[in-house]
């Protein structure tokens, strides 16, 4: 398959990589829509020790599922793949879980690939009415939703219940 491969720092590379084989509780899916994430330009300028090169990188992915009982369905991914019997995870805190993972960051490779492999339970079911290449943002918007209900969560009850975000990037916006 052919992937963009994050080859060192500010060198990026299109070219073919092994194909991805999905696991016994995985599904494949055809890439067809990646956001560009600060991460992943972390990555690129060489300012993140956590995603050597050679890598592919991406994780605001959506696309269709290829084979299986699910073939054809349209999905967006939650990129954070998690052991689910830790504490942690059994308290519903998988991104404490010591034994996660990210797609883009190894062992997984990420999404700026023909095809990725993840578990069904990473996956959400896209409408036809949504175009992937909106699903794919998806992943940035929970995270700024997250933000938000976590700052309001903290408020006192008694309190007014707005917020203001101030700064700059995807997540801000």
């Not at 956001?35 to 992943?40: A, F, R, T, W």
């Not at 794919?136 to 203001?164: F, K, N, Q, T, Y």
Request: a negative charge; hydrophobic letters at 45%.
């Amino acid at each position: 398959m052919k992937a963009l491969v994050y080859d060192g720092v500010e060198t990026l590379n299109f070219r073919d990589v092994p194909d991805v084989i999905a696991g016994t509780d995985e599904q494949l899916i055809r890439v067809e829509a990646v956001g560009i994430c600060g991460s992943d330009m972390h990555a690129y300028l060489g300012h993140d020790a956590r995603r050597p090169a050679p890598l592919i990188l991406g994780h605001e992915a959506a696309g269709t599922i290829v084979g299986g009982d699910h073939d054809g369905m349209r999905v967006t991914v939650n990129p954070l793949v998690s052991c689910l019997v830790c504490p942690a995870c059994k308290s519903g805190r998988e991104n404490l879980c010591p034994k996660r993972e990210i797609i883009s960051m190894p062992p997984r490779e990420g999404a700026f690939a023909q095809f990725i492999a993840m578990p069904m339970r990473n996956l959400v079911e896209v409408p036809d009415n949504i175009a992937l290449s909106k699903a794919a943002l998806a992943e940035p918007l929970a995270v700024s939703w997250h933000a938000a209900r976590l700052g309001i969560e903290a408020l006192h009850p008694s309190m007014d219940r707005r917020a203001i975000v101030i700064g700059g990037g995807a997540i801000g916006l």
